[in-house]
């Protein structure tokens, strides 16, 4: 498995924002004006990162970007 290579990643992760309220994706809906939800780069990372740790421990190599 590769860790993401585009050529707008950084060489390090990065400090990860204040923790917030839980909860669930939503598509939002422009008749109430309810925004969509953001996929930001700290849930992305936190899954990226947990998929790698689940490759490692299942013994599969794992190729830095």
Do not use: K
């Not at 309220?21 to 700290?42: C, H």
């Amino acid at each position: 498995m590769y860790q993401y290579d585009d050529p707008t990643v950084v060489s390090t992760l990065p400090t990860p924002a204040a923790a917030g309220t839980a909860g669930y994706f939503t598509d939002g809906n422009p008749a109430s004006g309810a925004p969509a939800t953001i996929m930001r780069s700290d849930f992305m990372n936190m899954i990226m990162m947990e998929l790698l740790n689940v490759v490692q421990a299942g013994g599969l190599p794992v190729h830095p970007h």
